[in-house]
């Protein structure tokens, strides 16, 4: 089977099929749903801020919040300041997270000039940072970047090389550029690049819509690892479908009925642990999952004007149960 375990030293990734750090969707609700469906192997924070973790800011202690059945889980910590990352680092391990992810891909402003992406155009202090924050903790290292900042600046193969140099064990990769955004296609050449490149994990990341996608991207890249991002809101069962599509050529599209039960199910988990911002989530979430559904712009516009969020569980309850049985 394609991406059936990835080892970053005692961590097993079992597949090695990655839910992408998504800042506003990968909370410990989502995290947990997403595992509970099957085939993803390793799920990750949504990134922190260094900085935030040292001021004991509220939000930052919420994003660190996670169950044990979400294990093997990374946190992924962002900033710019070699010695804050590295005391950052410092209380992720003893936070019990079993892998400690730095990101070097976030595009938004505020970010890049404290860190994120930024720092691709700074090779030296991303030199110190990686020495620093590997000298801080004993627990596994990995870094998520971007190609580069622009088409002239790509820097995917010398960051790969400078990261296993200081000990880093494991690279994903998301091939676009800072300046691209999210516009355009993710140039999966780079990825096979990093990967020839260098010993470590790479992990594949960008584009990856489909079980038929990950293969290509298996294909052309021979990467460790896929990493999935936008699709795993629209299609929670991505991970499950690369299982079956890997084992035995096909895979199951989800009926109206298995649609229903997700979304209650989502919804129920983020009504009962009273989530903070759980209504906005849920709006979101209904935009994403309910295209495809009978009548989903119906649904969509009823879940829009709900006021709580047990309303909206009302409403999403209400609309399946009168078009199931129909
Ligand atoms: C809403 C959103 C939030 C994201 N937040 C993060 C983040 O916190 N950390 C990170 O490394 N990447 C973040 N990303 C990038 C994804 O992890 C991933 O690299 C990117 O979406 C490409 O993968 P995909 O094509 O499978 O979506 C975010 C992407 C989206 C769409």
Not at 239 to 262: C, H, K, V
């Amino acid at each position: 089977m394609l991406f059936e375990e990835l080892r970053i030293r005692n961590v097993s990734i079992r597949p090695a099929q990655i839910l992408a750090p998504m800042a506003g969707i990968t909370d410990t609700v989502f995290r947990r749903f997403i595992k509970r469906l099957g085939g993803c192997g390793l799920i990750m924070t949504e990134f922190v801020s260094s900085e935030g973790m040292l001021r004991q800011n509220l939000k930052s202690q919420r994003f660190l919040y996670y169950k044990e059945e979400e294990r093997p889980i990374t946190a992924q910590i962002f900033g710019a300041d070699p010695a804050h990352l590295a005391e950052a680092a410092r209380i992720i391990e003893g936070l019990g997270f079993d892998i400690i992810d730095l990101n070097l891909g976030c595009p938004a402003k505020k970010v890049v000039r404290c860190g994120g992406s930024g720092l691709l155009r700074e090779l030296p202090l991303l030199e110190e940072i990686f020495r620093k924050i590997r000298a801080a903790v004993s627990i596994p290292f990995t870094v998520k970047i971007r190609s580069g900042w622009s088409d002239e600046e790509i820097v995917a193969v010398p960051v790969a090389r400078l990261a296993e140099n200081c000990g880093v064990e494991a690279i994903a990769v998301h091939p676009r550029t800072r300046l691209q955004g999210y516009s355009g296609a993710a140039r999966w050449d780079i990825i096979q690049e990093v990967k020839s490149s260098v010993r470590i994990p790479v992990i594949g990341n960008g584009d990856v819509m489909s079980p038929e996608a990950a293969a290509a991207l298996f294909s052309r890249t021979g990467c460790d690892a896929v990493m999935i991002g936008r699709a795993a809101p629209t299609n929670p069962w991505i991970f499950r479908q690369m299982m079956e599509f890997f084992r035995s050529g096909s895979y199951i599209e989800p009926a109206e009925t298995d649609r229903y039960e997700l979304i209650h199910s989502y919804y129920a988990m983020l009504v009962e642990e009273d989530m903070p911002g759980a209504i906005g989530k849920m709006k979101q979430f209904a935009s994403w999952f309910t295209h495809g559904v009978r009548n989903g712009a119906e649904l969509r516009r009823s879940v829009q004007s709900a006021q709580t969020a047990r309303d909206v569980l009302d409403r999403v309850d209400e609309f399946f149960s009168a078009s199931l049985s129909k």
